[in-house]
């Protein structure tokens, strides 16, 4: 890959003084979908926040090169605005504030940042039935406040709403399938697939193959303890799923 | 053992007796001519008080935040005369932008009822409003009721401070079974003096008669920044199964002094909703006591205080649960910033015949610098053995992962940060029902921190 649109190498991450990202080195290229698979504790929700910038995590060594820009050095505002997009594995509810006017306010600011007009309200609403429409969602839940009060589905639900609306170059769905009973799965799977193009790029973190079953990824990956110990293809998530993760611990302890 | 033992130590001094000023400025009240006999009886009986008692200083128990007996003597205060021209053409303009809404509006300044300034000519069925002493109507019955719940004969000697020194009273009394749309509004202006701070002592009396639905707001401005003292007393009567929804509303200056005591009573299966939104005052002390005295009634406590700079906001509520099957939702959320200090004293009484009470308090403060100070003070005496009453207090600054959430979607953080601030305030004021106040404070706190007018659909109730 020449020119990927996302390049990390040799990352390095420590919360509170404990590394948990001990040197990751991966190739995110334009239009392709890697699955990050990886047992507890291997560092995947801390590889998705370094990401989009969450800052109780501290950066110790390595870079990461998005779109030819250091993303490290941006504030998670920028690396939004630049079409970086995390989906949260548990999205904070925010009693007081509509939930449009905060996917408004928000996609705004991105076009403002880029140097785009801003949509004015009727525009606006108009894409955003479309886009509910995609998830299958509730009218009632974009009169109430951002995440309150939403189910466990409908939160998730909402974080694929947003990311259909902000259309990001870069996702990333961290955990998006815990919690889902396999309905609410299917229809957020669909909701991500109808996302994928040639131009936008996908980081699906997750746990379990079964997500994988919906979105099917172009590589996968397993972190472990830190270090992406194997990749591979789709094939390799159904290995995973027979096998465990048990059989790959030889194989980091070896690297 | 030795005799100084056995000395107990002189008692702290838990109240302050009026100066002589106080005496000069009742005399002029008590030799005007032409008020009611039951009137000058009451006056003088609460002045009486004042003056065994005097002012609580912060060695009082109910007061310990808050000094009140050290503004109240610090100075004396000039009972300013009726508006004159000047005052009442500055009265018009600060009355008429904000505070109206074009329904009916009793207004007063320096708590004098100014007839001039005020919409009473088509008022809508059912209601009767007017000055408590200038309403035509005979009246005796109305000030019969005058005290009765603000307890003019016991500690509470602000409540007689009022008594003894009010103008004129606002008077509002819902028909039996009618069904009010439009709000209500009182609104109290103050001129503040030229060197000498003044005084007002308003005072409502609402009525709402059984099966009645009405909105009532009162409205606390000031004309300009001169300081001045607001002592406030509002007594409410809800019959039974009325639905009240009373705000109160100050947005006095930054010098002044502001002490209020809403104090109601409600009957079987009345509703009220009861809202105490605090902005402006250097000073300010606020007083809610409520009676569930039938069974079966809801009341809603709903409180916002915003401070700033050396603000200072102590607000006291009492839920009296006397009757069963009564429910009460207490929320009282501060936002404080700079070096204000705010305290909240919330007691929740459940009598022994109030079985099956359903309470709920809950006090969340927002602490936007390092030198602001809250303090929470739950109170919970329960004396009914089938209850449920639950109570919380929390004290944090921004979410962090809050914060985190809105920039990872392309917010920039200053936005984030104001727009997290405004939806703090905003939960609150999603309990109000939907209206113009409600609008128009949704209008002004969304301006006040993020410095941009609200699209629509900017704020979601808070339930």
Known sequence: MANPLLKIEDLHAAVQGKEILRGIDLAVGAGEVHAIMGPNGSGKSTLAGVLAGRDSYAVTAGRVTYAG??????????????????????????????????????????????????LDAADFLQLAKKRMRLLEMDDTLTRRAVNEGFSGGEKKRNEIFQMAMLEPKLAILDETDSGLDIDALKIVAQGVNALRDAQRAMLVITHYQRLLNYIVPDYVHVLSAGRIVKSGGKELALELEEKGYGWLEPEAAAV | MSAATLTAPPAPAVYTVPDAAYERAFAAIAARAGEPAVLRQLRRSAFAQLQQRGFPTSKHEEYRQTNLAAVLQRSAFAL??????????????????????????????????????????????????????????????????????????????????????????????????AQVDAQIEIVHLATGGAGVPTMAHPRQLILAGRGSRAKVVETYLSLNGAAHLTNAVTEIFVAENAELEHARLQQENTAACHISAVHSRQAADSRLRLHALTFG??????????????????????????????????NHT??????????????????????????????????????????????????????????????????????????????GQIDEEALFYLRSRGVGAEMARHLLIFAFAAEALGRLNPSPLRTRLETELFSRWTGLTPPEGAEASGG
């Open chain 2, 80 to 177: 300013p005369e009726r508006p004159g021209a000047a005052t009442l053409r500055e009265a018009e303009r600060a009355a008429q932008p904000g505070a109206a809404f074009g329904g009916p509006q009793l207004t007063f300044v320096d708590g004098h009822f100014t007839p001039e300034l005020s919409r009473l000519n088509s008022l809508p069925a059912g209601v009767r409003a007017g000055g408590l002493l200038s309403a035509n109507d005979a009246g005796d019955d109305r000030l019969a009721r005058l005290g009765e719940l603000a307890d003019i004969g016991g500690e509470n000697t602000l409540a007689a401070f009022n008594t003894a020194f009010f103008g004129d009273g606002a008077w509002v009394e819902i028909a039996p079974g």
């Open chain 1, 69 to 118: 820009q250091d993303l490290l050095e941006m504030a998670p505002e920028d690396r939004a605005s630049a079409g970086v997009f995390l989906a949260f594995q548990y999205p904070v509810e925010i009693p007081g504030v509509g939930n449009l006017y905060f996917l408004r306010a928000a996609l705004n600011a991105q076009r403002r940042q880029r140097g785009e007009e801003e």
């Open chain 2, 281 to 314: 005052g250097a000073l300010t002390r606020n007083d809610v006591v409520t009676v569930l005295n039938g069974p079966g009634a809801e009341a809603l406590l709903n409180g916002l205080y915003v401070a700033e700079g050396r603000q200072h906001v102590d």
């Open chain 2, 318 to 395: 009492v839920l009296d649960h006397a009757e069963p099957r009564g429910a009460s939702r207490e929320y009282y959320r501060g936002i404080l910033d700079g070096q204000a200090t705010t305290a909240f004293r919330g007691r929740i009484l459940v009598r022994p015949d109030a079985q099956h009470t359903d309470a709920v308090q809950s006090d969340k403060n927002l602490l936007l610098s390092s030198d602001c100070t809250a303090n929470a003070d739950p109170q919970l005496e329960i004396r009914a053995d089938d209850v449920r009453c639950t109570h919380g207090a929390t004290f």
